[in-house]
């Protein structure tokens, strides 16, 4: 398909968005198939088909909470940060190891990003025992309220914004809808010096797929379209831009079989958006720096 990055995004698990503490796999745990070994495993698949890697460590909440949820109480903050910096410390030295290009530090945590001393204190850490580019990857909104980007190598996003509020609307809509959230992303880039990279970016094959994805039902029909010319107007009107750093799209499964057409998911394997991206990816040079 052209892809010369992945992101690999291990998880960490927390029951309770206040709470003071939470776990991660590591080195295994009965019935969980995602330790360390494996994702040792799906780094050195990609690096052996030339493919370079960016480590993107995720938090997992039961629903309906997610990491944007995550909001420690004032007297267990420092302890949720300690925990936070040893599995990204985990991470990081996981990621020296085995030559991974880049290291997402964190992903979404939206309430507790103004914690501005505890984050570059994490930064610094981080530095200490892992020499590839950092990032984080904020939200929408997030993107232009983080308050550390100076510290980092790049600026991450993830761009589920709402774009047209209709079921199946055309790729000209779709485009103009991005005209001026690429403008904003641009004066954010002109402003902090840094490119700016789509840490997640992707669309639901179902009608209002390019909308408020959260609200749609697993029992909606699927609509290929739709996901497909959502793909197709981030291309155009969003990809050539010079600021933007490359893109990460969500989601593609490490096992296969998992996506095809009857899949009203974010999938993009077996569907028209896989022909999208590899049509983008193969008809124009790209460079071994660019996340793909």
Not at 3 to 8: D, G, H, K, L, R
Not at 64 to 79: E, N, Q, Y
Not at 167 to 177: F, I, K, N
Not at 211 to 222: C, K, M, N, S
Request: charged share 20%.
């Amino acid at each position: 398909m052209g892809v010369n990055w992945i992101s690999v995004t291990p998880f960490g698990f927390q029951g309770d968005p206040q709470g003071p503490t939470f776990g991660w796999v590591g080195n295994g745990k009965a019935g969980i198939a995602e330790t360390d070994e494996r994702v040792r495993g799906a780094i050195r698949q990609a690096r052996a088909l030339g493919i370079n890697v960016m480590m993107k460590p995720h938090i997992w909440l039961p629903a309906p909470h997610w990491p944007g949820s995550i909001a420690p109480l004032a007297d267990s903050r420092a302890s949720w940060f300690q925990t936070y910096e040893r599995f990204i410390l985990h991470y990081a030295l996981l990621s020296e190891e085995e030559g991974v290009g880049a290291l997402c530090i964190g992903n979404e945590l939206s309430k507790i990003t103004a914690h501005e001393p505890e984050w570059r204190r994490l930064i610094t850490a981080v530095r200490r025992v892992y020499s590839g580019a950092l990032t984080y990857a904020a939200e929408t909104d997030e993107v232009f309220r983080v308050p550390y980007w100076d510290a980092l190598d790049f600026m991450g996003v993830n761009a589920y914004w709402p774009l047209a509020n209709a079921a199946s609307p055309e790729r000209r809509t779709l485009v103009e809808a991005w005209r001026p959230l690429a403008t904003r992303l641009r004066n954010l880039s002109t402003r902090q010096g840094r490119m700016v990279v789509f840490t997640e970016l992707g669309y639901r094959s179902a009608p209002f797929g390019a909308w408020r994805h959260w609200e749609i039902p697993r029992t909606a029909p699927v609509d290929l379209r739709i996901q497909a010319e959502a793909y197709e107007a981030f291309f155009e009107a969003v990809w050539p831009q010079r600021w933007v750093g490359g893109v990460y799209w969500w989601k593609w499964f490490s096992h296969p079989g998992h996506s095809g057409t009857n899949s009203n998911d974010f999938e993009l394997e077996n569907k028209p958006a896989e022909e999208v991206v590899a049509a983008h990816y193969l008809g124009r040079r790209v460079s071994s720096r660019r996340p793909s």
